[in-house]
């Protein structure tokens, strides 16, 4: 071969390599477009424009990691409000204004239902209310209903202030995560709601199991030994063993009366009882949800007031107007929680401004909104975090002010604990939980922020800052006015 041919050929090889890259480049980027064919009858609406991304991970990564705004900015520069994309093994169309998730949610809910990933599903559990559709699902939350009924959540603030205390001891002068403990405090104030447990040796390792399980729900569901998912499936079943446990106990217990949503969940109701699979599933889906909304709230209610000196001021006003009410070391009371809307307040904030980002449906027929076709079968996501920070929908939404929830009219267009049939039953319990951490906290401390640059916003499983926000506390002097840095 002389050199002229041998240069030539290599120019061939060359050219073939670089047209083999470009289609199967070609190829994946539109794998998820040929394995979801969608076939629209003629003059039925298009879908949203959108691009779907690698085969099966779709853009799954991107959604989970990168910052949802500059996320949603490229999105709505390239295709509008609505788009298609595919995201934790699905073809989704995501929809991001506050009438179109009210479509979903509340005014075409029945063609909907609750649809989230499959490492969600099961490391939570198939059987409990979050996952369950149609006449199960009534069945099942109508019993956490009843079990989180308003007299048990009046009954269980001696419980959350005693977890509120235990959490902020002996803290004078330390630096600590607020993240961590405030997880710690929302655990602990669960597991007493949900069993009547307090602190124990057992619930520590409920706690140690239950911070694995809490990493596996959002990772990619490959079960293989050295995966986050597999840790987590590993703990869901260390932890049901103690429930169903627990469970027993309980059902053998004669001429006991306790009120803890598990005891509560065992009676029956107009004839109906529940499986043990479903109690405990629901039991495992509850402490999810609210640990994590509440640490999350909490942390970021801490951050936020560490940046508002007028927030921080208006609720130390307040937690001081019930402290002066009261004798040395008398506990809070319902009435005082009532007296307490601006803590309350602060929480309800810290999850429109911060935590709640998404709600995920699956439509059960064709669908239309927003003048596009929303195939059977495909995923929604109503991105709640883009309409709770639209100035077209909340006023100055940038700006954490919780005065905007106790001010007439509220707010309409947010739905910071769910909508429709699937609103959170715990969101009081949840205030009930601030209002105490707050209550305690700043009777107790001052306290500074401590300066991380490298600190930043992680996305899953629910948005929080990735040092935990580091602050450090100072014993309150009450001849001073109480001030955060």
């Known amino acids: 071969m002389t050199v002229m041919e041998e240069g030539q050929w290599w120019s061939y090889v060359s050219l073939g390599v670089a047209m083999l890259l470009v289609a199967v480049t070609f190829m994946a980027r539109n794998f998820n477009e040929w394995a979801n064919p969608v076939r629209l009858k003629p003059g039925d609406p298009p879908l949203p424009p959108g691009k779907m991304g690698w085969p099966l991970i779709g853009e799954t990564l991107r959604f989970m990691t990168e910052d949802y705004h500059q996320l949603y900015q490229r999105k709505l520069n390239k295709f509008g409000r609505t788009w298609k994309t595919h995201v934790f093994g ?115 390792r409920l706690w140690e199991e239950f911070e694995l399980l809490d ?23 260390r932890i049901l063993k103690l429930m169903k446990k627990k469970i027993y106990q309980r059902r053998s217990e004669t001429g006991t009366k306790n009120n803890d949503v598990m005891s509560l969940m065992l009676q029956p109701i107009d004839g109906e009882t529940l499986t043990d ?33 007028e927030a921080l001021e208006d609720l130390t006003k307040e937690v001081d107007s019930i402290k002066r009410k009261k004798n040395d070391g008398e506990p809070l009371t319902w009435d005082d929680f009532k007296n307490m809307p601006f803590a309350s307040a602060v929480v309800s904030e810290s999850v429109r401004l911060n935590v709640a980002s998404f709600l995920m449906r699956q439509a059960q027929t064709d669908v239309i909104i927003d003048g596009y076709t929303i195939p059977k079968g495909w995923t929604v996501v109503a991105w709640t975090r883009f309409f709770h920070t639209d100035p077209a929908n909340v006023k100055d939404p940038m700006t954490f002010n919780p005065r905007r929830f106790m001010e007439e009219p509220k707010p309409s267009n947010l739905m910071i604990w769910g909508a429709g049939a699937r609103t959170c039953p715990g969101y009081e319990f949840s205030k009930l939980e ?44 009450y001849g001073s006015p109480n001030t955060a840095q």
């Open 90 to 204: 699905n073809p989704t169309i995501c929809m991001t204004t506050a009438d179109n998730a009210r479509e979903v949610l509340i005014t075409k809910q029945g063609m909907f239902e609750a649809n989230y990933p499959d490492s969600m599903r099961r490391i939570l559990g198939m059987k409990n209310f979050m996952f369950l559709r149609g006449a199960e699902h009534l069945k099942v939350k109508r019993f956490f209903q009843v079990a989180l009924r308003p007299e048990s959540i009046r009954s269980s603030v001696g419980q959350v202030e005693e977890m509120a205390l235990l959490s902020l001891r002996d803290l004078e002068g330390r630096t600590i995560s607020i993240l961590r403990e405030a997880r710690l405090f929302s655990f602990n104030a669960a597991i007493s709601l949900l069993f009547g447990a307090s602190p124990s040796e057992e619930m520590v």
């Open 215 to 237: 990493k596996a729900i959002f990772s990619l569901a490959i079960d293989l030994p050295w995966t986050t998912f597999r840790k987590g499936i590993k703990a869901r079943e």
């Open 277 to 309: 699979e479903e109690i405990a599933d629901s039991l495992l889906a509850g402490l999810f949800a609210g640990q994590d909304t509440t640490a999350t709230a909490l942390h970021w209610g801490i951050y936020h007031l560490s940046q508002c000196p």
């Open 434 to 477: 601030g209002a105490c951490f707050f209550y305690h906290l700043i009777n107790k401390y001052t306290w500074e922020v401590v300066p991380n640059p490298r600190r930043k916003l992680v996305n899953m499983p629910v948005p929080h800052l990735s040092d935990g926000l580091q602050i450090r506390l100072h014993k309150r002097d």
